[in-house]
T-cell receptor, first 111, second 115 residues
Framework: RKEVEQDPGPFNVPEGATVAFNCTYS??????FFWYRQDCRKEPKLLMS???SGNEDGRFTAQLNRASQYISLLIRDSKLSDSATYLC????????????FGPGTRLSVLP | DGGITQSPKYLFRKEGQNVTLSCEQN?????MYWYRQDPGQGLRLIYY???????QKGDIAEGYSVSREKKESFPLTVTSAQKNPTAFYLC??????????????FGDGTRLSIL
């Protein structure tokens, strides 16, 4: 069964805080992993792909643990503009039809 | 600039009416997708197409139809059989296959409401 689960949230954190989201997936054959962000009433936008060795993009760090079937997103030094819903997306193969979106975790960064 | 264009941004449907949502991409992507998002909910797959003249039903295809006559275009028709069409509709595209991660890219969506 295809399934992607995320921390339910919402996460309310002060500016400057570090926050981490986890996402678990059920299919051990999963091939590709992504984090998207979605602002209220807008389309999802790709935040970063997640690579096996982990990867970092500025204040954002993504990790993949294939053995435990989870990915994580760490946001350091949170900004007000980071407030959004973060979607975990897993592709169960590389041919596109098996993208599965998690329900999302809402983050509110407070002044 | 390359991207995905959805139109219209807002659409109103009368009872018993079919309406068509447009999605065009100039990214030369092979695959295209339609999702539906209800308020406070996640994305649900309606239809997807891996190549021209071929498409497959997603999880909630009932009451919807699509065509893929050109690589760039993947219009979605919301038929009168769809009794609860009010939602945010998102079109996406991606490259197929190959090595490495190939993410989906989204248009900015169409909001459909019933009059």
């Amino acid at each position: 069964r295809k399934e992607v689960e995320q921390d339910p949230g919402p996460f309310n954190v002060p500016e400057g805080a570090t926050v981490a989201f986890n996402c678990t997936y059920s299919n051990s054959a999963s091939q590709s992993f992504f984090w998207y962000r979605q602002d209220c009433r807008k389309e999802p936008k790709l935040l970063m792909s997640v690579y096996s060795s982990g990867n970092e993009d500025g204040r954002f760090t993504a990790q993949l643990n294939r053995a435990s079937q989870y990915i994580s997103l760490l946001i350091r030094d949170s900004k007000l503009s980071d407030s959004a819903t973060y979607l975990c997306v897993v592709n169960f193969d590389n041919y596109g039809q098996n993208f599965v979106f998690g329900p999302g975790t809402r983050l509110s960064v407070l002044p | 600039d390359g991207g995905i264009t959805q139109s219209p941004k807002y659409l109103f449907r009368k009872e018993g009416q079919n309406v068509t949502l447009s999605c065009e991409q100039n990214l030369n992507h092979d695959a295209m997708y339609w999702y539906r998002q209800d308020p406070g909910q996640g994305l649900r797959l309606i239809y997807y197409s891996q190549i021209v003249n071929d498409f497959q039903k997603g999880d909630i295809a009932e009451g919807y139809s699509v065509s893929r006559e050109k690589k760039e275009s993947f219009p979605l028709t919301v038929t009168s059989a769809q009794k609860n069409p009010t939602a945010f509709y998102l079109c996406a595209s991606s490259m197929n296959g190959g090595a490495g991660n190939q993410p989906q890219h989204f248009g900015d969506g169409t909001r459909l409401s019933i009059l």
